[in-house]
Each structure stands twice: as C-alpha cells, then as structure tokens.
C-alpha cells in the first residue's frame, strides 16, 4: 500500500490527485493522511539511523561482542534512555550482533598420585569481599610457533583477572607465576581460598608450597566436572569468543592481544551484569565494594 501512496505523491505535479486515486482505486482521505504521517515517519527513520550508528560505535567499541542486553545497558550509562526492544530491532535491521560462545577442551590431566584438596566452594561462585575466593584454570591459545599457554585467578566478588601469567608450557611454575601475581596486586586476604581443579599442576608440591607460604587455603573440584570450576570455565569461553579463535604468527603476538583484552578491555571496560548493582565493569564493582568497606 505505501508504495501506491508514493507513486502517487511521485505523479502529483503531472495528474490530479483526484485522478491518481481513482486509477489505483484509493481514498483520497487516505492519501492525505499517509502524506500528514510521512513527516513523522521520516524522523523516525532518522533517529534509527542515529542510534544505529551509537550502537556501530558501541559494538566496534566492544570488540564486536556486545549484543542487546549490553549495548542497552551501555546506552543507558551514557544517559540515552531507549527502550530495549527498539535496541534489538535497530541491531537486527542493521545486522549488528554479539558473538556465540564455543566449546572448549580441557588441558586437564590429573595426577593419580596426587592426594587432592577437599572443594571448600561447592559451586557457590559468590563471594562478598574481594580478595577471599579466587578460582584459577589454564587455557591454551594456538600460535604458529606452537601452544602459548595462559593461566588466570579471578576474584569471584568482582570477576577480576587479579593475576595471570603465559609460557610456551603449562608446568606448575606458570599457575604459581599467576598467583604470585594475583597476591601481589589483589590483597589476598590471610585464608584466602583458591579453588581450580585437580590438573597436576595444581596438586604439585610446588603449587602447594606457595599456598602454604602465602597463607591460602586449596580448593579443587572433582576431575571432569567444568561445573565445579563453572567461574572459570565461563571466563576462557568469554575470552575466546571475544578475540577470536586463530591461529596468531607467534606468540609475541598471542600475548599482547591477551595482555590487552585483559588488562585493557576486560577488567576496565566490559560490563558484566551485576545481581544488585546492574552493569559494572570488574573495577567499577571492586570500587563499590572498597567504599562500602571503608564505609
């Protein structure tokens, strides 16, 4: 129908309107009221296509991750209150969308030998102070020189990275780098508890000796669970899907595309939906946490 209404408003300046409508058998009531609309209509095609390019802005922002719950919620914090659903649908029309998560394998290879720590989590991936439960696993990230291996601590009150460290190997050494790091930077607190799996490199006597020298306690899952370390699991699957799965030229370059999405983006920028507070970034919510501490 609007495309009868057009060739109409088109052959107006060559044929009476009267005439037009009669041919294509159309009121001419309701000619008038589509060209009474048309205005409103134009401004509205006009301001889709100013909040499609903010949302192209967000998305690129983002790495290209963000889908609608996100880029809404960041809308929101730059004060443009749109409704959600008119969010999806300019996404939808404009073909902007997040990025799907992907399966992973497990590097995990537990030592029959080892005597394991008991699961003092039990999935409760919550805590309400920073720097009392972080959990920890090892990933692996394909280079033309081979594997660059990537291990990580987050803090389940805030889901920062608070320490990570990479090698060309994934010896106990690498996850002990990582907490050192984690110890340095998050304030670990004396109890602190340390929750991975049951991989070698977490009940190695060396793993296990700078626990005991930093005053933590272990936690390990069961084997062949991801749903006992579900935290991190979640992080590798988030990181993976948000730099892409390649093969880098090397792994100099692995590690500073790492080293930016954590340090850069991750930790700094990327919202993550908070039960209480909404849409924080990881140092957005350790910030709420310190001042209501000290508070």
């Not at 659903?85 to 799907?100: F, P, S």
Request: aromatic share 8%; net charge positive.
């Amino acid at each position: 129908m609007s495309e009868l209404y057009r060739f109409i408003h088109a052959e107006k300046a060559n044929h009476p309107v009267t005439r037009l409508c009669r041919a294509v058998k159309i009121a001419r009531s309701s000619y008038y009221a589509w060209c009474e609309g048309e205005a409103a209509r134009q401004a509205r095609r006009a301001a889709d296509d100013a909040l499609a390019h903010e949302i192209t802005v967000l998305h690129i922002a983002s790495r290209k991750t963000y889908g609608v719950p996100r880029v809404h919620a960041e809308l929101r914090r730059l004060g443009r209150p749109v409704n959600r659903k008119r969010v999806a649908r300019v996404m939808r029309e404009a073909g902007i969308q997040g990025v799907t998560r992907r399966k992973r394998r497990s590097l995990t290879r537990a030592d029959k030998k080892a005597r394991p720590a008991p699961d003092l989590i039990g999935r409760d991936f919550h805590a309400e102070i920073p720097g009392t439960k972080l959990v920890g696993d090892i990933t692996y990230l394909p280079t033309a020189e081979g594997w660059l291996y990537l291990a990580c601590w987050l803090d389940l009150a805030t889901r920062e990275v608070v320490g990570y460290a990479m090698a060309d190997h994934h010896r106990a050494s690498l996850v002990v780098d990582a907490l050192k790091m984690a110890h340095g930077r998050a304030e670990l607190r004396p109890g602190c508890v340390i929750h991975s799996d049951r991989g070698s490199e977490y009940t190695s006597a060396e793993f296990r000796s700078e626990i005991a020298e930093l005053n933590l306690r272990q936690s390990c899952g069961r084997t062949g669970s991801c749903f006992d370390n579900a935290a991190a699991e979640s992080f590798w699957a988030l990181l993976k899907e948000e730099i892409g799965t390649r093969t880098w030229p090397d792994r100099a370059t692995a590690r500073a595309e790492v080293f930016d999405f954590i340090e850069t983006f991750y930790n700094r920028r990327r919202l993550r939906k908070h039960k209480v507070l909404g849409y924080l970034t990881p140092a957005e919510t350790k910030q709420r946490h310190q001042h209501a501490l000290a508070a």
